[in-house]
């Protein structure tokens, strides 16, 4: 079974460039998440998909952020205009269910440096 | 605000001993809770999990303890072996869907 796949796995754009991160999930897991950790800081939530629907955004830090999941299977994550403080790695994350004892599984993230 | 903490941002134990890596959280309505490892280059793995209703479970070489009272858990990795050096972050999840993250303490395990 293939685990949680992002594209790309490293990513260097200018400042007020736009860069698109690409999920997979895992094949049945309707849930997805978006983390990302910034430098010397902890890995922090953005927002939870069920199926197509955004479930929770409440961790996007801006509207420079977009994430959207058509139809329900792979989800993108839009940054525009990109700004030095979005470097980072960002992890994307799925689970069959959303409740405790549904193993969230992490992808590989993808890293962005804003220059 | 950090709602979880992990307060030693590395440790080195010998081959064969045991590792002990502690957290600290300061939301009461956490009511399950995560360990996850992660090795360079990669997305961090689960390892093991308690729910607030027990204050231990053990998966192979790998303990969680949970003290709700002292809103403190720690992983026990006995014996340490050097496949186990990565960093090892502790989550906590409450009534939401988002797991709460501490910076993560990296292990080194030397032979």
């Known amino acids: 079974e293939a685990g949680v796949t992002q594209f790309p796995s490293h990513s260097v754009i200018e400042k007020g460039q736009t860069v698109t991160l690409r999920c997979d999930p895992i094949s049945g897991h309707d849930n997805l998440y978006w983390y990302r950790r910034v430098m010397g800081k902890e890995i922090k939530f953005l927002l939870h998909?069920?199926?197509?629907?955004?479930?929770?955004e409440s961790g996007m830090p801006n509207n420079r952020f977009l994430a959207e999941r058509t139809g329900g299977t792979y989800s993108t994550l839009k940054v525009q205009p990109a700004e030095l403080e979005d470097s980072g790695v960002y992890f994307c994350?799925?689970?069959?269910?959303?409740?405790?004892?549904?193993?969230?599984?992490f992808g590989e993230g993808s890293w962005l440096t804003v220059v | 605000d950090q709602q979880v903490k992990q307060n030693s941002p590395s440790l080195s134990v010998q081959e064969g001993r045991i590792s002990i890596l502690n957290c600290d959280y300061t939301n009461s309505m956490f009511d399950y809770f995560l360990w996850y490892k992660k090795y360079p280059a990669e997305g961090p793995t689960f390892l093991i999990s308690i729910s607030s209703i027990k204050d231990k479970n053990e998966d192979g070489r790998f303990t969680v303890f949970l003290n709700k009272s002292a809103k403190h858990l720690s992983l026990h990795i006995v014996p340490s072996q050097p496949g186990d050096s990565a960093v090892y972050f502790c989550a906590a999840m409450g009534s939401g869907y988002a797991l709460n993250f501490g910076k993560g303490t990296s292990l080194l395990v030397t032979p």
């Open positions: 994350a799925s689970s069959r269910g959303w409740s405790s004892g549904n193993t969230i599984y």
């Open positions: 998909f069920v199926k197509e629907s955004k479930q929770d």
